[in-house]
């Protein structure tokens, strides 16, 4: 099976900057689409950034311009550099990954356990 390890939370000042790191290991035949989510208390889970296996990325609208998402499939890993942060900004932020285990496997969906990211002063 598919395991994701994030790193990178922790807290920081308004207009500061954060890079989230989430690498995939185990059985992996493919990678596909490799994203971040958040929930912030009280609320939904919600897509924050998404990048597919050609490059290209998915961004909500809410950090466009702020945020911004790469991968390195050599390490199977995804990464999430924010920048000028806002206390909305505060939540868990999920490492998502669709995945091929094995050439035989369909698509699956694994999630990371979350990493915490505080906005404060």
């Known amino acids: 099976q598919v395991q994701l390890v994030e790193s990178g939370g922790g807290l920081v000042q308004p207009g500061g900057s954060l890079r989230l790191s989430c690498a995939a290991s185990?059985?992996?035949?493919?990678?596909?689409?490799m994203g971040w989510y958040r929930q912030a208390p009280g609320k939904q889970r919600e897509l924050v950034a998404a990048?597919?296996?050609?490059?290209?990325?998915n961004y909500a609208d809410s950090v466009k311009g702020r945020f911004a998402i790469d991968r390195d499939n050599a390490k199977n890993t995804v990464y999430l550099q924010m920048n000028n942060l806002k206390p909305e900004d505060t939540a868990v932020y999920y490492c998502?990954?669709?995945?091929?285990?094995?050439?035989?496997?369909?698509?699956?969906?694994?999630w990371g356990k979350g990493t915490l990211v505080t906005v404060s002063s």
């Open positions: 998502n990954v669709i995945a091929r285990p094995t050439i035989l496997s369909g698509l699956k969906n694994y």
């Open positions: 990048i597919n296996s050609d490059g290209s990325t």
């Open positions: 185990g059985t992996i035949f493919s990678v596909n689409v």
